[in-house]
């Protein structure tokens, strides 16, 4: 056989056993994936461990946002929600709805309801969002306009 990695965590859990938290686990496996790749001395050690690098980011991000909604949410039930979550533009290369590609004329633009990305002929309405703490009318796309918004958040956009 090859070479054997066996990483050995006991400060990452706790006296029952468990382990401590979602953070400690993802780190383990970072250390040990990254381990590997380098004792497999492949030429995608160090893209394997950029891609655990963003995952990482990723899921210990998502991990904090549920923290901290579970905690606001007991803390004010009522109160203004959180922004969505803005899909980054370098992964989205088509309008979300018509799926025409975006280009230097066809620009991109973030419905402020749902967070994806359109096309200004897929996002030409705004609303106000009080339930985000949007009193000013601000760019939504059509679907969340029709369906999701109450007709005395609509405002018509002057173009």
Not at 14 to 32: E, I, Y
Not at 57 to 66: D, G, P, R, T, Y
Not at 107 to 115: A, E, L, N, P, T
Not at 146 to 156: A, M
């Amino acid at each position: 056989g090859g070479p054997s990695f066996h990483p050995t965590t006991p400060h990452l859990h706790n006296a029952t056993g468990t382990p401590r938290s979602t953070k400690d686990m993802l780190h383990t496996l970072f250390v040990c994936i990254s381990g590997v790749a380098d004792q497999l001395q492949t030429n995608f050690a160090s893209d394997m461990r950029s891609i655990l690098k963003t995952v990482f980011k990723i899921v210990s991000s998502q991990a904090e946002s549920s923290e901290e909604h579970s905690a606001s949410s007991e803390a004010g039930k009522g109160g203004a929600r959180r922004l969505p979550e803005w899909v980054p533009d370098s992964t989205c290369s088509q309008c979300s709805a018509c799926r025409s590609p975006f280009t230097l004329l066809r620009r991109r633009h973030h419905c402020r309801s749902c967070g994806k990305i359109f096309c200004a002929r897929c996002s030409p309405n705004a609303a106000v969002l009080p339930h985000y703490s949007q009193s000013k009318p601000v760019r939504v796309c059509t679907h969340c306009y029709t369906t999701h918004l109450p007709p005395t958040s609509r405002c018509t956009r002057s173009q």
